[in-house]
């Protein structure tokens, strides 16, 4: 008798399955846009068919964290190719004399805040000793030696600390663009 996939991937397929209609809605309610959202959901498929993550403890928010991450790549993809675009008329056609939308400029604003969001909840969810470290020496401005002497530990420890922080910050923070980066 075949057994289930035990893989990571099987149990995130299993919930894109279970969660297929509620991605959707939440596709179109955050890109504004039934067909984008559409398009967006096979991206998704595609994300969670790679398998590319570990074990996952909580697959239907992972599943809509990876959902959120593809709606604000493409934004960031859209806001570089205006970008690209204006770049490139002003460079053939000297300055654009028409007024820009203010629309990329909010949605900027926008993605700099949800940004600076995940990156607070990456902190706050530091490992304790390696967060203390961490805050002290990025937040207080606090060097190796006084961190080290206001926890009570070697140089060394508050070294491992910042590394263990850091490397928790990163992939936090890759899990956050679901890899798109």
Partial sequence: MDSPDPSPAAGLLAAYDAHRAALRRFLAARSGDATEAEDLMQELWLAVHA???????????YLFRMANNLVLARRRAALRGAARDRAWITLRHGAVTEPEDDTPAADAAMIAR??????????????????RAFRLHKFEGLSH????QQLGISRSGVEKHIAVAMTHLRRALADDDGGLR
Avoid: H, K, M
């Avoid at 398998?51 to 928010?61: D, F, K």
């Fill in 51 to 61: 398998g590319t993550s570990g074990p996952v403890s909580n697959p239907r928010a």
């Fill in 114 to 131: 949800e940004e600076a969001a995940a990156l607070a909840s990456a902190i706050a969810n530091l490992p304790p000793a390696a967060g």
């Fill in 145 to 148: 030696e006084q961190v080290a």
